[in-house]
T-cell receptor
């Protein structure tokens, strides 16, 4: 069974600084997707970034980038030049793309990020 | 384009009552999901479906049933509500096209209170 673990319940960062959120996962599949979603106080779930397991290059989206270590089953999110609007709950998620976890989307426990002015 | 729509947005139930939450998506997605979100627990998968007529159990399926009779709809049923089912429920839909990109789209959530 696939599992996703976020070991940091809360993190804080000063505006304009850089912060890294950690995520590890466990799976026996070789083909899958990984995601970071953001949930602000409005409760809306917003896709931040995604990574396809068969792509070795780390994904980037503007100020957001990931460090994908497939062998270590690690998928961390780096937020550069943090902004007050980045304050939210961040979820790491795993979607199987084959085998028994085909289509199954599993989330971690979440990390509350607070950006201070 | 409405995306993913959940009905209702709020509901209060008495212990033992039954209800059905409706999720509708207009993006022709194959995959649909029901999650519950509780403080400190993240999003926990209740049931999911990888296509019309199919359903599968997630992490916390007990006390819930689902049906996917039409591709665009995914229903979550509580046959006999319990206070432990007080939560915020999210529906999501997704797609997967071979080696292309994929992502999940979420509804706005349903806050359910069982008293």
């Amino acid at each position: 069974a696939q599992t996703v673990t976020q070991s940091q319940p809360e993190m804080s960062v000063q505006e304009a600084e850089t912060v890294t959120l950690s995520c590890t996962y466990d799976t026996s599949e070789s083909n899958y997707y990984l995601f970071w979603y953001k949930q602000p106080p409005s409760r809306q779930m917003i896709l931040v970034i995604r990574q396809e397991a068969y792509k070795q290059q780390n994904a980037t989206e503007n100020r957001f980038s990931v460090n994908f270590q497939k062998a270590a089953k690690s998928f961390s999110l780096k937020i550069s030049d943090s902004q007050l609007g980045d304050t939210a709950m961040y979820f790491c998620a795993f979607m199987g793309a084959g085998g028994t976890s085909y289509g199954k989307l599993t989330f971690g426990q979440g990390t509350i990020l607070t950006v201070h002015p | 384009n409405a995306g993913v729509t959940q009905t209702p947005k709020f509901r209060v139930l008495k212990t033992g009552q039954s209800m059905t939450l409706l999720c509708a998506q207009d993006m022709n997605h194959e995959y649909m999901y029901w999650y519950r979100q509780d403080p400190g627990m993240g999003l926990r998968l209740i049931h999911y479906s990888v296509g019309e007529g199919t359903t599968a159990k997630g992490e916390v399926p007990d006390g819930y049933n689902v049906s996917r009779l039409k591709k665009q709809n995914f229903l979550l049923g509580l046959e006999s509500a319990a206070p432990s089912q007080t939560s915020v429920y999210f529906c999501a839909s997704s797609y997967y096209y071979g080696t292309g990109n994929t992502e999940a789209f979420f509804g706005q959530g349903t806050r359910l209170t069982v008293v």
